[in-house]
């Protein structure tokens, strides 16, 4: 889920009690200045088995960043996460470190943020489901996804709003009952993670 926990009045508490309903895990992919006054959201979600990455400070694509300003906002944004992460996780607190995800705003990377994220140890997360919601039609969105999604598919939806892609919530729904009539079920990306190297 992009642009979590969202701007001006996000269905943070909607989407966490649909995820819950279908048994399903998400990745929320974490605005560092999005994050004032929503904290509640933050910790609910972590409570619930949920994972919270870095998406950065802002909704900009940083390609045209140096290496210096986007470490810093790289690290700025994971500073806000880690007071979120439980002990289990955090790398300080645990011989087995997390998987840090990051997802690029607007699918952009640059040499440079490769570089950064290589040796912040950051996995970059992509999508192959992109669930096209920046058209408003719910119906479309959601017959899309479930016609392209798959077993190990990453689908990518942005946080649903009140009055801006309040449809979302909508579409989450139908996506998460219409995989479950396919035997298929919503994990978070590191859980992906692991069940994919169990399988190797």
Same mark, same amino acid.
């Given at each position: ?29 974490? *605005? ?47 500073? *806000? ?27 952009? *990377? ?38 392209? $999604? ?11 709003? *009140? ?34 190297? $169990?399988?190797?």
């Amino acid at each position: 889920m992009d642009d979590a926990p969202g701007r001006g009045q996000p269905l943070t508490e909607e989407v966490l009690n649909v995820l819950e309903r279908h048994g399903a895990t998400c990745s929320f992919f974490i *605005v560092s200045s999005f994050v004032n006054g929503r904290e509640k959201f933050m910790r609910d979600a972590v409570e619930k088995g949920h994972e919270l990455c870095n998406h950065g400070g802002e909704d900009i694509a940083y390609h045209l960043h140096d290496e210096s300003s986007f470490r810093k906002i790289l690290c700025d944004c994971e500073k *806000v996460l880690g007071d979120f992460q439980p002990a289990s996780v955090r790398p300080q607190e645990s011989s087995e470190c997390r998987v840090k995800w990051f997802r690029p705003p607007h699918g952009k *990377v640059s040499r440079a943020m490769e570089d950064v994220l290589d040796k912040e140890g950051y996995r970059v997360a992509m999508c192959d489901c992109y669930g096209m919601d920046v058209i408003c039609k719910p119906t479309y969105i959601s017959n899309y996804i479930l016609k392209h $999604a798959s077993e190990g598919s990453i689908v990518l939806l942005h946080m649903p709003e *009140v009055g801006f892609r309040e449809y979302n919530l909508q579409v989450l729904e139908k996506v998460l009952r219409g995989l479950k009539l396919r035997g298929l079920r919503c994990v978070s990306l590191s859980q992906l993670e692991r069940m994919s190297r $169990a399988c190797e």
